[in-house]
C-alpha cells in the first residue's frame, strides 16, 4: 500500500488543480466532493484504482472549454475574400453563409448596448447535401476560417452506437466521453464549428438511437444543456454552429431534417471545373509535385479533355486525381532529363494524362 503522506500528497494536488480551475459552481462542488471520497478511502486500502479513476475524470473536465470562447471576426468583406479563396462557386451556400454572418453581427451589436445576452438568438444547424466531391466537408472548414472560429470534424460513416457520441457512464471499467466532448476539447472553445460528416451513412442497427442523441444535440431548447454520460453535467452548446454532411437525405429521419437548414450543394459545371482547375487545383499539385513554375503549360484547348477524362463526375475528385497524376509524370521526364518543359496540347494530352 502507498505511504500515507504521498497518497495525502496528490490527493492535495488535485484539490488545488479544481479549486484553480474555472469551472461552473456545480462542476467544481461535484470534483471536490469525489476528491473527498478518494481521501477517505485512502485510509481502507481501496485508493489506488478510484484515485486514477477520479485522477482522469478531473483531468478531462478541466481540459473542457467551459468558457473559452474564440472572438468571432463579423467582417462580410472578409468573410466573402475567406470563402471566394477557399471554393470558387457555390454562391447560394456562400450567400446563406454570409446572411448568418449579418444577423451574428447584428446581435453582437445588441448586446454591446445592453450589456446582455440575446437569448432569442439561435444559430442555424445548416446540412449540406450533394454527391460526393462537391466540397461539403471543406466548405464547413472554409466556414469556420471566415468566422474565424475552430472547426472540430466527427464523422458518422459507419457509426454502429449511439455511445459514441454520447459518451458511456463511468460505471463501467472502459468509460470514456464521447464524441461531442472530445469534439470540443479538441476545438478548445465552446464555440466552434462541429461538423457533424455524412450523418446519413450511420450503420442501418444504430441509426434510430443515432438520430435520437442527434435530435438533442440540434435542438436548441435541449441543446443549452447537453449531458454527456461521461461527464454527467450539462454543457452548454447553443454557442456552437452545426454543420452537417451527407450525400442524401434519404436516411436522416425527418425529425433530425426538420431542425436543420437543407442546403443543396450543386454539381461542378465543366465551365467551374475548368476556373477551379487552373485557379487553385494545377497550381497546388505543382507544388506538391515540386515543380517549378513554369515546367507545365496547358493549351487552353486541353482543359476539356482533362475536366472530362472519362466522363461525367459531379465533383472535382477525378479531376484533382487527374492533374496529380500529370504533374507525376512531367516529374519523372525533368528528373530523367528527357525534357525541363513540357507544353501540353490537343495532340499529345494522351501522353501526359494518368494511366487508369
Not at 477520479?54 to 473559452?68: A, G, H, Q
Not at 459507419?158 to 463511468?170: F, H, K, V
Not at 460528416?197 to 450503420?203: L, N
Request: charged share 25%; glycine share 6%.
Amino acid at each position: 500500500m502507498p505511504d500515507t503522506d504521498v497518497l495525502q500528497s496528490q490527493i492535495e494536488k488535485l484539490r488545488i488543480k479544481v479549486e484553480g480551475a474555472a469551472l461552473p459552481e456545480g462542476m467544481r462542488d461535484k470534483c471536490l466532493g469525489m476528491i473527498q471520497r478518494i481521501a477517505r478511502m485512502a485510509q481502507f486500502g481501496t485508493y489506488s484504482i478510484e484515485y486514477e479513476n477520479t485522477s482522469r475524470y478531473i483531468d478531462i473536465v478541466l481540459e473542457m472549454p467551459w468558457d473559452n470562447m474564440s472572438a468571432d471576426i463579423l467582417d462580410p468583406v472578409r468573410a466573402r475574400e475567406t470563402l471566394d479563396s477557399h471554393q470558387y462557386g457555390l454562391e447560394s451556400v456562400k450567400v446563406r453563409v454570409l446572411e448568418y454572418l449579418a444577423v451574428l453581427q447584428l446581435h453582437k451589436m445588441k448586446q454591446d448596448q445592453t450589456g446582455e445576452k440575446d437569448s432569442s438568438f439561435r444559430a442555424p444547424v445548416i446540412m449540406l447535401v450533394g454527391l460526393a466531391g462537391t466540397g461539403k466537408t471543406s466548405f464547413a472548414y472554409a466556414v469556420a476560417d471566415a468566422l474565424n472560429r475552430k472547426v472540430a470534424r466527427i464523422p458518422f460513416g459507419g457509426m454502429g452506437d449511439a455511445l459514441t457520441i454520447r459518451g458511456q457512464s463511468r460505471a463501467f471499467a472502459d468509460a470514456e466521453p464521447g464524441a461531442v466532448i472530445k469534439a470540443l476539447i479538441q476545438a478548445g472553445t465552446k464555440n466552434p464549428v462541429l461538423l457533424l460528416d455524412e450523418i446519413d451513412r450511420v450503420a442501418d442497427d444504430a441509426r434510430s438511437s443515432v438520430m435520437g442523441v442527434l435530435l438533442e444535440l440540434l435542438d436548441p431548447q435541449q441543446n443549452i444543456a447537453f449531458r454527456d454520460h461521461y461527464i454527467d453535467f450539462p454543457f452548454d452548446l447553443s454557442e456552437c454552429l452545426f454543420i452537417a454532411t451527407g450525400n442524401n437525405t434519404t436516411n436522416i429521419s425527418t425529425a433530425v431534417q426538420d431542425r436543420m437548414e437543407i442546403v443543396q450543394m450543386p454539381a461542378y459545371t465543366d465551365e467551374e471545373k475548368i476556373t477551379i482547375a487552373s485557379r487553385y487545383v494545377f497550381p497546388k499539385a505543382m507544388q506538391e509535385s515540386g515543380l517549378p513554375p513554369d515546367a507545365i503549360y496547358i493549351d487552353p484547348v486541353v482543359w476539356p479533355q482533362l475536366v472530362r477524362p472519362l466522363g461525367f463526375d459531379a465533383g472535382i475528385r477525378t479531376l484533382e486525381r487527374t492533374i496529380r497524376g500529370t504533374c507525376r509524370k512531367v516529374a519523372r521526364m525533368l528528373v530523367e532529363g528527357q525534357a525541363t518543359q513540357i507544353r501540353i496540347t490537343p495532340d499529345n494530352v494522351k501522353e501526359y494524362l494518368p494511366t487508369w
